[in-house]
């Protein structure tokens, strides 16, 4: 590839630019023009967004050597069909991490990814985990939480609605456990159940999505859904755990079970205690501010008002992209 | 107790006269008349119905010597009492099943009973059982529906909603297979399938209700829901169960977690293939087929229609109370 | 038309192949080029599918003799726009029954069609009659369903929403015959009442869609809905009946303006007694069971589970589709 | 009956006062006392409100004599009853219209009445059919308004909702035209179409209402409702009229259908046209005043605000009680 | 322009046809086409519609000369594009109102239009103010009604929803006072209390909308709704008046806050006197009918009943689109 | 009254106890008893809750000296009256706080009070309002928080539904502002806009509410509601700060009319951008936080489970009544 355009991104892309970049090949489909010419459609993707592109020449011959769901390099132009940007694809290459990460590959220019430094966030994890002295619920959170440390790390809190990034897994569980352990202290509830329920709360989502890259739901997420998946996980691993107090055993499981809140929002209990009611509502309120933070930034167009396309179906104020917690004097 | 009256029930008592009944002992307060009086209040039941009952002579010796629970015989006045019977009782003793049965009594007259013969449904299950060959399936049903037989004789199908009778849930399951093997035929399904996802569907009842005399929720039952406890009974079955295939796993996990239909009748998940389907239909069908039923013959009053304080929220007709399938020619 | 090439059907095209079929002509639309030249911009459809068609040369005048809403038969070459199928048309010519007929048409081809063998089911609803040995419901069923018969055989049972096929009323009134003989005997109702019910509920629909080839709604359809129109075809029909007995005939009409169940799915009506309530859930089962069938054999990617584009509104389960019926050993 | 006390109305009963009435029986119960001396326990109502009553002396009498649904002539202290106000009655006498009309008696006394005078509102409902020119539509109104005045001169609009008043039937309909043909002209409609749509939209609830004195649903109104009643009586009215135009027929009749608006209305259609969707406004709006204005007119207590106890589910201000059109200057 | 072309506008517009009309500039924008050449995409409205056009000629020249949100002259050829009207422009001007005035333009031709006469409408505003006597409520007329008359003439009642056309507000205004004054009389409630509130409703609307050509909603519309700034403004203009009664002014502020009705639709109260309940419902049927008229008569497709495209989710009747009350004999 | 009997609280009376207590009278009811004796029908309440009582001697002559609303010292015997506990009073006096204060008496025995103290609330409000630096939002804080600093002290958050005692309002802030200042920082916010809009955003049910001693809705608190009366406070305040941004002052009212989230729950506007969304979510939590708290410990009857009988219609797990914060070890 030409070395003298510097890499870009999907988002960065300008109209009738010429382009650099490294992108996730999501789906490829040979084609015919009207006269009966091969070309290839094409729809890639990097972490800045998702962009349709055409490769008009040696299609055939490109076709059988990318791969979806693999990375690729690509240059091109950037074209404007029916108001949307589109790229007339000029090279692709097929990309893998050892060669070209001297070259300016890395994952993380293709999966969208948690704003946030997960070694950073692990660190409040363990520290929260350190809070909780009740030798049962310690060894469950190790069955759980510390044996699943590399997956945690990477996964998405969910398919597509909050938190749908590398590590937002992560980031979820910190933001409730940050507010979590002071609406604790304040209600005056048991803390160390809070800490458990919120870390573990999610827990099913580890096996109802397949994880980055391809992220999608598994067959048993599907049939089952991580809401039953995961009170499953946590039976499974009480059961391991020698004197488990059935009192407590049947909390954690509840809140399992009742984290969702309402019935028809596919949870098969309500909260009936304090601790399980406090984690329904930091799960929901913390995925809403992230779905509203999202709404916000993915809004391309000028003006101060997102358009009513967004889970809210409202318009959303937009002037307030810039605050970055410098408020806080 | 006089022996020249004859036993009768709740439901046949009239005003005014006097009557012998074996009844259960639902609740008893020693309260005070106003002019300082001890008296008796109790809530008394048998199959046929409940009525409040008032002791008002020797009420404080009385009352140490009758159990909250347990069976009671009674002699006493039916009066009026704005509208409702009530019971003046005259004598109330302790009744135990060994010394009492030969004076008449028997658990089947205070307990509410489904109207079919246990061992007559009990026998359809086995037969089809029978029609399962899978030897996954047929030992699941082994472990989950044979060796549980003597518990599932006698427990109801839900706390009042429908079939809440001592051998409803029996009732239930064999009104839904009778109908299921029919149209798994009809709509060419896996009926080893549909057999086994209506045997197991409810299954978690058995430990969510504590069963009759008592029949309230257990602790397990408010924390969990009989929905996700019944899953988690199928998926430690199947644990034991050396290689039940997975995909014949989850369509069996499936079904329990689905067969309430909708979210908003608390399903963690809607029905994803047909004899899932099939099973959360025959299930709403059959209760509410019940509930009208029930509706219908528990509203005493005079005239062609009842209430409209039923389920349905309007005024049933009453005239088919005596179709008894003799219509069938 | 080359005779060489085998008669096809639109579910079985494939890209960039030469195909021959009698298709249904659903609209035509000429228009210009950029560069001012006239061609034709056709649907077509059979009973697996719905096509869009190109004509390029001698759109002008071709237009005039094809039809809309009268068969074609078409040779073309299947291209991919954007994704989708679609016909480069080379040769398309009126098609009649009588000239054709030897040639492979036959109305079967083009239009959607039950499954089951009409005459099969025909017979089984004779059957069902004849259970009915009152004389009243036995004459209302001579006027409306054995004089119907001929419009019965060909008639959907919903415009698109549930056995949308040439024979689909035929079908749908025979499954929940099957199913509620069996079911009126477990619950003890009236089995002349459920069976007449039964073949009445929807006869509304003879008049509210106008049947295939077209199958619209009529303006009667528009204006009252089937629901309406059919309760007053009872009542026309038992107008006619000497001695009809009043009871007989409100039971009759209630189960017509009751059959679908709840006030928001237009009943203006709720079910009051029991037979009309089992029409109620045997009618909303059958069309459930169809309706799913319908979407999992619709779906043609590949994979495991659909979109979530169906009645439904999440992935469905495909694995499933080969039951046939084997299973029940 | 003392001649010194005058007749007063059940709204007007003061505690503590001995009050002379007509009354209707709605209920009678003989009971006895704790000491076992019967009684009787009466509901009574007049025009102005319901009332329960006691007769302690010579109940076993007196039950025979008098007739539930009839009228009664009564003497009686006025007590306080729990918050609430209840007849000691000292006499009751049965009444009919011949003997006691000299004395006072007259049915208006006792059924709750339209406030308006129903020989004027007819003069209007006269003067507006005469405004339909349409030789089919003014022979309609003559069969089912004109043939049936006598009965709508009494009847009710429903059976508690609103305008539930001998009479009220007629209020609502003309209330309806009054406003209704302003906005015919505004809104440039067939004024023909909605005049005749108004006067027959709820001609069903001639059938489905018995009417006063007892004014209950029918067997048919319970089967069938009054929408679908009523359609089927316009459809048979205009089976007698020679000549009748399909599409106006279809008109009228889709504006019987749809006159209740929304599905959860237990409408099965929906407004399709203007003049019909201008009808189903005009039905609620006139429905709702008469509901709020009838809530607080019937709260008794003091205070400028209603309790929530009422259709609407608030607070209602009561000072415009006194507004009676003087506004209109 | 060719002076030979009539003026037309877009729904007469033909397919083939060449064309000249005055149009409003919604949108525009310079694309490439696949071989590199610029083109004009741009989006084209007058009163009677919106089309979509290209500029294949010219389009970096022509592109900074007009401008959007103001008014272009054009002459085009009519194509058709999958189905839809598209045109060829051939030649586009930019349009002023002084230039152009002679040349046939005015902004009648473009912009919205309220079908009805404004000068006429605003004098039965006027009639209807000089009814209300009370000189509170009459100042308050004067302040927001009367003050505001050159914006009101203009302003539409909504975005899009009713009357979303020039002088929409007014015609909404008048409609409600219409059938209010009748209804205010029938119902004994305070008139000028009724003008009152109907003239002030939606006075929230002057701002939240920033009315034509563009009739946008305002930032404040967007933060605060038209509710809730129509009781502010009704709140400071009461402030400005010396003596306003306490009680008076609550009303006409809750008449102001309960007018939307029902809590879902944006209501903060629901109504809670007689007035504030017509003022309602006057208020939703007239909106209402206004969307039924619109939905049908903006239908172009042949037949006679248009899609279910539109607010009402049915299929609605088009043949009465010729009453013009000439049914009014 | 017997100085020998301690001052008890109602929550603290045993059945068949004489009792002594400063309470409040709610109600108070002349009434007879069937042989004509008068007697005094009151409810009464203290902080602890609320209870019946009889006063059978000398009622005629007490029944003028006791008031409404005002607190009353008494001694009683508790009977049981149909399972509730009831007062049989043998003494009743009017009290007031001067001469009362040195015998037992003050307010607080007799209104509901928030647990936390008010002063120590008070001081973490101004610690927040110190953080907000912006001139015109601190101008803003105090012309509303600080200058109502003595009735914010004593208010209730709500009638009935969630921290409805004195002080309740204080805390429901607090509450707010402790998590709300840490999500603030956590999601990037502007941290001085999410301090006032925690502060204002109830701060219309001051005039809403009456507070206590009655806590009734004000006249202007049904007809406009505090989200309205709230957003006409914060206009008029920023109304007198000169200078006040614009913009900052739409983003303050649009919190105000948002802050209850969604339509349905009055809310005339949804949440436009985080710091609205954040409040709302806070808001939400705190107060069913409370209302759990509040329903577990109002549940008086033994085991382990409260009824179905409160806000989130399900049983509720009591056994965490003794979690006191020591769990955060």
């Given at each position: ?32 023009t ?72 890395s ?22 985990m ?34 749908a ?31 458990t ?8 989502k ?7 890259p ?37 909390k ?46 993915q ?31």
């Amino acid at each position: 590839m030409k070395k003298n355009i510097p890499l870009s991104t999907i988002r960065n892309f300008k109209t009738n630019e010429e382009v650099r970049a490294y992108l996730l090949l999501k789906e490829k489909h040979l084609r015919l023009t009207r006269d009966g010419k091969p070309y290839l459609d094409v729809i890639l993707s990097d972490r800045s967004g998702t962009i349709i592109g055409k490769i008009w020449e040696h299609a055939g011959e490109i076709e059988p050597m990318i791969e979806t769901g693999a990375p690729v390099g690509v240059r091109a132009i950037v074209e404007d069909f029916r108001g949307n940007k589109q790229l007339n694809i000029k090279r692709i290459v097929p990309v893998n991490e050892e060669d070209f990460a001297s070259k300016g590959f890395s994952w993380e220019l293709i999966l969208p990814q948690s704003e946030s430094n997960s070694d950073k966030l692990w660190k409040f994890i363990e520290k929260s985990m350190a809070k909780v002295n009740d030798p049962y619920l310690s060894e469950l959170l190790r069955l759980l939480i510390v044996d699943n440390r590399s997956k945690i790390l990477k996964h998405p809190a969910s398919l597509r609605l909050h938190h749908a990034t590398m590590g937002g897994f992560l980031e979820h569980m910190t933001y409730m456990l940050n507010l979590g352990i002071h609406a604790a202290k304040q209600y005056k509830l048991d803390q160390e159940l809070v800490i458990t329920g919120i870390l573990l709360h999610d827990i099913g989502k580890l096996d109802e999505l397949s994880g980055y890259p391809n992220n999608l739901y598994t067959d048993e997420g599907n049939f089952l859904g991580h809401v039953v998946m995961g009170y499953n996980m946590v039976d499974k691993a009480i059961a391991k755990i020698k004197g488990f107090p059935d009192d407590l055993a049947l909390k954690i499981k509840h809140i399992l079970v009742s984290h969702q809140g309402e019935y028809e929002n596919q949870s098969p209990k309500k909260p009936a205690f304090p601790e399980a009611l406090l984690i329904h509502y930091l799960d929901e309120m913390d995925a809403r501010m992230d779905m509203m933070k999202t709404a916000i930034s993915q809004e391309l167009d000028d003006g101060d008002w997102t358009s009513i396309k967004n889970y809210f179906r409202i318009p959303l104020y937009k002037s307030q992209k810039d605050n970055d917690g410098t408020a806080d004097k």
